[in-house]
């Protein structure tokens, strides 16, 4: 079943908190940006938290074709799929509202058909930013990436955020969008590679933020990339016109055209090629 009341949330937690007492394992899978306040809850009360957005050995996003279209949004079938991969879930907490999309929000009763478990459904319209020094520094992009997502269940201590705040540097590329099924493509890029889009709003934990998912640096060559089938492939074509960037649709894993296509525009207009920086 799917609860979004108040005071039904705050029943489910409890309850979840109980079980923890009685030394019973929990399970939680979580899609989106939740509400901070309830992903830090249960990432306390959870003994394994699980992001269903990123794909997990065992789990292949053609499983989630079982409950969607094969012609779909490759993160929502990885979702549906790494929710039909385990049968011990003990609370679903899914981001629902225009801080995720509608696919995410449908999510939600699909999920409650075979999870065996709460769900929750849940918007987060936190309007107060906090900040992006991932995003700015000069780390590795695959390593940004790594870093945003997971610090929304274990976040920076306060010496490591200082130490990445140092690494603050000029961008010689930017990448625009969201986390890409396939990481291997943010392998392509320069270390300072400045992140742009809805991942800076995920740093931020501001995901409803449009405002701040627009911005990006006049001057920057910067590859616009949506995962295909997603709505925001509008915003981030219009984006790539604006800002004369690259536009990137990828479904799923990258294919050689693409990878391509991107090496040779950071070559072009950043002057990085692979192997020499």
């Known amino acids: 079943m799917v609860y979004t009341s108040p005071l039904e949330i705050r029943r489910i937690m409890d309850e979840l908190g109980l079980k923890r007492a009685r030394g019973e394992r929990v399970v939680v899978g979580f899609q989106g940006v939740p509400p901070a306040g309830l992903l830090a809850e249960a990432a306390e009360l959870g003994h394994e938290i699980i992001d269903l957005d990123e794909p997990r050995p065992g789990a292949g996003r053609l499983e989630g074709e079982n409950f969607v279209p094969q012609v779909y949004c490759a993160i929502i079938k990885t979702i ?24 995410g929000r449908f999510v939600a009763h699909l999920a409650a058909g075979i999870a065996g478990c709460p769900v929750i459904s849940a918007e987060n319209l936190e309007p107060v930013r906090r900040g992006n020094p991932i995003s700015v520094s000069d ?91 997603c709505q925001k492939n509008s915003l981030a074509f219009h984006l ?25 525009y950071l070559q072009l207009n950043a002057g990085f090629k692979r192997g020499t920086c």
């Open 80 to 103: 549906m799929a790494n929710v039909a991969s385990r049968s011990d879930w003990s609370l679903l907490l899914l981001a629902t509202g225009i801080d995720k999309c509608d696919g």
């Open 139 to 229: 780390l590795p992009l695959y390593d940004k990436f790594q870093l945003i997502t997971r610090s929304l269940v274990a976040p920076l201590s306060r010496e490591r955020r200082i130490e990445i705040e140092r690494r603050s540097c000029q961008p010689v590329a930017g990448f625009w969008g969201v986390p890409p099924y396939d990481y291997n493509l943010l392998k392509l890029f320069p270390d300072r590679t400045h992140v742009y889009g809805w991942t800076r709003c995920i740093e931020n934990r501001t995901p409803a933020d449009l405002d701040l998912e627009m911005q990006v640096d006049p001057g920057v060559p910067a590859i616009f990339y949506a995962q295909s089938f």
């Open 240 to 264: 790539a016109k604006k800002y004369n960037g690259l536009y990137v649709e990828v479904d799923g894993k990258m294919t050689g055209s693409t990878r391509a296509k991107i090496e040779a």
